[in-house]
């Protein structure tokens, strides 16, 4: 089992900004897709972001142009800058990784290595 490590979650108010990293035990070269997932209570787990190894990235469309996902393989560490936060992205967010090789990095199945999450509340 890979370790992932989410930290900077918290609570903030609306319009505010949080940055979540993961840190990544190992190396995060190894994996072709790193993505940040997110479940709210009695919701599904759904894609926030992801980036793969070639640094194309994806986006949900509820996120897009707010949030900005990025990747230190120097530091081994993958980052979710979320701007402009509203009460809908109050959630756990989950860092994934995968080292399925190739196709494409947004779906929850391709990933096989979970972190344990970190919480996000955004109040009105």
């Known amino acids: 089992q890979v370790p992932l490590v989410e930290s900077g979650g918290g609570s903030v108010q609306a319009g505010g900004s949080l940055r979540l990293s993961c840190t990544v035990s190992g190396g995060i070269f190894r994996f072709y897709c790193m993505g940040w997932f997110r479940q709210a209570p009695g919701k599904e787990r759904e894609g926030v972001a992801s980036?793969?190894?070639?640094?194309?990235?994806t986006y949900a469309d509820s996120v897009k142009g707010r949030f900005t996902i990025s990747k230190d393989s120097a530091k081994n560490t993958l980052t979710l800058q979320m701007n402009s936060l509203i009460p809908e992205d109050s959630a756990m967010y989950y860092c994934?990784?995968?080292?399925?090789?190739?196709?494409?990095?947004?779906?929850?199945?391709?990933?096989?290595?979970w972190g344990q999450g970190t919480p996000v509340t955004v109040s009105s």
């Open positions: 994934a990784a995968s080292d399925y090789y190739g196709g494409s990095c947004r779906s929850r199945d391709k990933y096989n290595y």
């Open positions: 980036i793969d190894t070639y640094t194309t990235t």
